[in-house]
């Protein structure tokens, strides 16, 4: 059961691109649940107006828990456009967050870097199943290495949202594209699927990438 609620926003989301979000939503959810057969029965899509989205997709999303996903759409773009172009993708990425969080709900904290890298490099590496293409999950395998040493030898700090979307000196998504490189090079050198970690520690992650 999809159960979709749209949250106070600047403009009114009339019935049709509500049918739209419904619709995508729902056969989304179905093609996950065979991927992801954890994913709750029951889930929460809260559609959030907001600006504050990724710039090239017009949209984002947050897991607010195992059963309820966020997704922020900029209205200046047309909800319902942005919905067919983009909501489908940013499904696939929050229910594996979900998913992940019903077998470790320490993670939620995203406590330090390893964690957050894992956690955000499974879910971008699923997400490339639903054949949207991303960047996030996209690196340069000649710069992952020292990119990897970089992040994962520093706290977790009051500048950790610069590591996650945009650093100072012009890279983005530093720790998601961290995170999909260690976990390729998992699948890669154990055979495991993505859906086969969903429930795997960060450390035994690593130690499957043999990095």
Not at 48 to 74: A, N
């Amino acid at each position: 059961m999809l159960y979709v609620h749209v949250l106070p926003g600047p403009t009114w989301v009339d019935d049709a691109a509500f049918e739209a979000v419904s619709r995508i939503a729902e056969d989304a959810f179905a093609e996950l649940r065979s991927a992801l057969p954890d994913l709750p029965t029951k889930m929460y899509l809260l559609v959030h107006q907001t600006s504050q989205v990724i710039p090239e997709t017009g949209d984002g999303g947050f897991t607010l828990g195992p059963q309820c996903i966020r997704w922020d759409v900029d209205p200046k773009g047309g909800v319902a456009a942005v919905a067919r172009a983009s909501l489908r993708r940013t499904l696939f990425h929050e229910s594996y967050h979900c998913v992940r969080l019903l077998h470790r709900p320490q993670e939620a904290a995203l406590s330090d870097w390893l964690t957050t890298c894992v956690f955000e490099g499974t879910a971008s590496v699923f997400e490339r199943k639903a054949g949207i293409p991303t960047t996030w999950s996209e690196y340069d395998p000649e710069v992952m290495p020292d990119w990897t040493s970089e992040l994962l030898a520093r706290p977790m700090g009051d500048d950790a949202h610069e590591w996650r979307f945009l650093h100072p000196d012009g890279r983005r998504n530093i720790a998601y594209r961290v995170g999909s490189w260690l976990v390729d090079q998992a699948i890669s050198r154990s055979g495991c699927s993505v859906e086969d970690l969903v429930a795997v520690s960060p450390e035994e992650i690593l130690a499957l990438a043999n990095l």
